[in-house]
């Protein structure tokens, strides 16, 4: 029940912030760059989300390969994706509902489960290493940034102790500890313990389709910049791809160390606000840039979220698997 508070104190807080960011950045600068995306401009936004989902989830298939096709690896990534977009939940909630796709696809509930926490782990290396591109990226603007100059060097040390947390959580994995216990009791869909760390030793023995999960998730993120960079040129405001991955980059650095906060609400506007004006546009554009994310992710995210409770109502009326 007091985590249940929390949440809802956290989530209140996020609204409070997004509200507070509408009011200061004159709503009408916001409005105004809203305005010029026509219908066209956003069914491009759309499509080319689809495409990038089909980007971020390409780095789980080598660790499924031979048990699932490329469309339920994909249903997955935007079952969770959309899970932690609209739904009051954590990151982890939507990463839990992932896995449970991947059992309705006929993977096995221990593998499925193994799989999913590998993903998650080769999508945060690869993470770390998108984020460093972006810091790279954006240096010089860094650099002439009399506010943001300061804080490049803990800029950097932050992307290497996040890359570290990462080894270590892998580390821990292997070493079947109480921490990757704890994981799977929280997202237990149906495997145990034992099935559990024989899956995840097996999936880390192989370490070519390891290595190209990374390198596939680091493929994905850098896409996730090129898909800002359609927003931007959907906006009327086009930044380079460069600015955009950069932008991006810094972006999902912020919502990672607050993943706690249910759908990144406030979080993620105040941090496109905050760093486009590195770039040459204003807080405002940035604001009107996070919000016409949020509208992807509802356009979509809703009718995912729909057709997978249908999935799961038809089920219940099948024998179980």
Known sequence: MRAKAVKLLVLATGFLLLLYLLARLNPSAVLGALAHLGWLDFAIV???????????????????????????????????????????????????????VLVLGGVAPARAVAAGIVDVT??????????????????????????????????????ILFAGGILVFAFLQLAGSRFAQMVLGRISIGANAVS?????????????????????????????????WVVFWALGKPVTPASAIAIQSMLEALRSATVFVPAAIGIQEAGYAALVPLFGLSPAMGLAASLVRRARDIAVGIPVLLLWQLSEARRLKQPSL
């Open 46 to 100: 759309l499509a080319s989300g689809l495409g990038l989902t089909a980007c971020l989830s390409a780095g789980l298939y080598p660790l499924l390969s031979e048990e699932v096709s490329a469309g339920w690896v994909f249903a997955a990534r935007q079952v969770r994706d959309s899970a932690g977009d609209v739904l009051p939940f954590t990151q982890i909630g939507g990463i839990a509902l992932g896995m449970r």
């Open 122 to 159: 080769t999508e945060l290396m690869a993470q770390s290493l998108f984020i460093l591109l972006g810091i790279g990226l954006a240096a010089p603007a860094i650099r002439a940034d009399p506010h943001w100059a300061p804080y490049l060097g803990w800029l950097v040390a932050g992307a």
């Open 196 to 228: 559990f760390r024989d899956a995840i030793h097996a999936l880390y023995r192989q370490r070519s389709h390891v290595a190209l999960s990374v390198l596939l998730h680091l493929a994905g993120w850098c896409a996730s910049g090129l898909w800002l």
